[in-house]
Structures are given as structure tokens and as C-alpha cells.
């Protein structure tokens, strides 16, 4: 799992930094959170097809996390996709697409299914290669953070050992669920001699706009790593709290609690040109924090 930021700002982009929009690519596949204004001319600028997306989450109807979503969905007709693309978010996003749509009489080129987050959590996404769950955080309107989870594709072979006991490779998917191997005189080789253990799933929280908050706190624990704002630093918690926004320090002690491998901060208040201040706060909370920069990819 990589994690490219396409926008780590917040409601205005300010000092080459673009409003929220990142792409998270699991096993060759991408998937799209959030995409603020100019999320397709990131997308360009860092080698982010288009082609590779097939699912996009859209946290919340604040403008600076989807206003570049009707462009990238005209933008892939014009380019002549034809998979099907699938999108999740609230449910008052699909009248703004066919609104958008149908006041140009646009026709897409390719399927195009809606699914509106419910109100609590769920898993709404699974594939045999990953699960996306969405979970409730806490902002001044609905807003949900994701959970992708990469599924384990089971226990992982080892060629020399299968030869030396002559499995075909018909058997191979056998294997990888963990079954023993009965050879055609009735000998059984036992999985753990021709196997190993196979990859540890990884897990990626991405938390949205939120206050600070432990209420979803059971759905980020012990992820490898966790995205969450940090609009403000702690000399203006007050105007965080207000605007239902975090510090850095905030996210740091979530991070902590959450017992998270990694902590990514973003989302930026245009008001703040220099960015070490809010590594120099998270750090003295959570040691190793990751100011996140567009366009670098955080390998999980």
C-alpha cells in the first residue's frame, strides 16, 4: 500500500499547497479520497492515472474536498473511459454530478454507480485485494474518515519446496489456504513445509475533517498509518475548536492513543506559510510524525 498526498490543504490553496485529495494505491489499483479543486492536474503533475482509479470516497460536502470531482468525471469521458467508476458519499453529492451533468448535457462515456455513506459505520467497499471501511468523525457537518484494510491473498509459496516434493502448480491456490498436499501414492506433505507465513494486511485511516475527538477511536487502532488534520497549531485551539477543526498537537495525542505506526498530518490552514512549527508540536507528543508533502508517496 502507497499513499500519495494530492492536496494537504484546507479550504484555500495557499503556498503551493492544494486543498485535500490523496491516492492511495493498493496492489496496482488506486483509490481516490477526497478530491478538493485540482485534484486532476495533481493527478498529472505526479503520474497518477486516471485509469488505475475505479473508486472514489468523498469524506464530506465541504467544497475544498469535491469541488474537482465533476471535472476528473467529465475529464475520464472525454479520454474515452469505459470501466465502470464508483463513487461514495453523501447523499446530496449525486444531485450536484447530475446537476452538473444534465446542465450540459453531458454523456459519460462509462457507468458511473453512486453509493451515499450511511450514517454510522460500515464497510461499503470489498475486493480480494482490500476492504474500505467509513466511519463517523466529528465536524460541524456530516463527515466520515475511511479504513482501507489490504487483504491477505493467504499463505505464500515456496517454489523450491514444492518441487523438491513434486506439487503441480494446479495445487498452488490449494496451498495458499492452507491445506496439505496428498501426493498420487497417498503421501501428505504438510502446508507449513512448502509454505510460509504470507504479508501482514495493512491498514490506513484517513480521518477527515474532524475536532478533536476519541469517538473513533475503536476504528483506528494499531493502524500502520493514520492521515488527520491539523488546520491549526495550539496558540489558536480555540479557533479549532470553533470551526470543529484539530491541532497538531491534537492529532499527536490521538495518534498516541490510537497507538498508530505512523502519523501523517495535513489539511493545512492557509494562514501558516512554515509548516516546522506543527512537526515541532506533534513531536513533542508523538515522536516521528510525518508533515505530509504533496506529490511524496509514504510507502505503508
Known amino acids: 500500500m502507497r499513499v500519495i498526498i494530492l492536496g494537504n490543504n484546507s479550504a484555500l490553496p495557499a503556498f503551493g499547497r492544494h486543498p ?13 479520497l477526497d478530491c478538493g479543486e485540482g485534484t486532476q492536474l495533481q ?19 465541504h467544497g475544498d474536498h469535491y469541488f474537482g470531482l465533476p471535472g476528473l468525471i467529465n475529464s475520464m469521458s472525454l479520454l474515452g473511459r469505459t470501466a465502470p467508476l464508483y463513487i461514495y458519499g453523501p447523499a446530496p453529492l449525486k444531485i450536484i454530478i447530475d446537476t ?29 485485494t482490500y476492504t474500505v471501511q467509513c466511519f463517523p468523525v466529528e465536524h460541524s457537518i456530516t463527515c466520515h474518515g475511511f479504513l482501507i484494510t489490504t487483504r491477505t491473498r493467504g499463505r505464500r509459496i515456496l517454489p523450491d519446496e514444492c518441487a ?3 506439487i503441480p502448480s494446479t495445487h498452488f491456490e490449494s496451498l495458499k489456504q492452507g491445506n496439505d498436499y496428498t501426493a498420487p501414492d497417498g503421501t ?18 484517513y480521518c477527515a475533517d474532524t475536532i478533536h475527538t476519541e469517538s473513533f477511536l475503536p476504528y483506528i487502532k494499531g493502524a500502520d498509518a493514520m ?37 501523517i498530518l495535513g489539511h493545512f490552514s492557509s494562514r501558516y506559510k512554515d509548516l516546522e512549527p506543527f512537526r515541532q508540536e506533534a513531536e513533542a507528543v508523538f515522536p516521528g510524525t510525518i508533515i505530509s508533502v504533496e506529490g511524496i508517496a509514504y510507502n505503508l
Not at 485529495?21 to 488506486?30: D, H
Not at 488505475?52 to 460536502?61: D, E, G, L, P, T
Open 227 to 263: 492521515y488527520h488534520e491539523a488546520t491549526y497549531l495550539s496558540a489558536d485551539t480555540e479557533k479549532a475548536t470553533a470551526r470543529f477543526h484539530s491541532t497538531a498537537a491534537q492529532a499527536a495525542m490521538l495518534a498516541r492513543k490510537a497507538n498508530v505506526r505512523k502519523l
Open 100 to 128: 452538473v451533468m444534465s446542465a450540459a448535457d453531458s454523456q459519460l462515456s462509462y457507468p458511473l454507480h453512486f453509493h451515499a455513506l450511511p450514517q454510522g459505520a460500515a464497510i461499503i467497499t470489498t475486493t480480494p
Open 20 to 32: 485535500s485529495a490523496q491516492a492511495v494505491t493498493v496492489y496496482g489499483e488506486v483509490l481516490l
Open 164 to 166: 523438491r516434493y513434486d
Open 43 to 61: 493527478m498529472q503533475r505526479y503520474g497518477v492515472k486516471w485509469k488505475n482509479v475505479n473508486h472514489i470516497y468523498i469524506s464530506h460536502m
Open 188 to 205: 501428505v506433505v504438510k502446508n507449513e513445509w512448502v509454505t510460509a507465513d504470507g504479508p501482514i494486511p495493512r491498514r490506513y485511516a
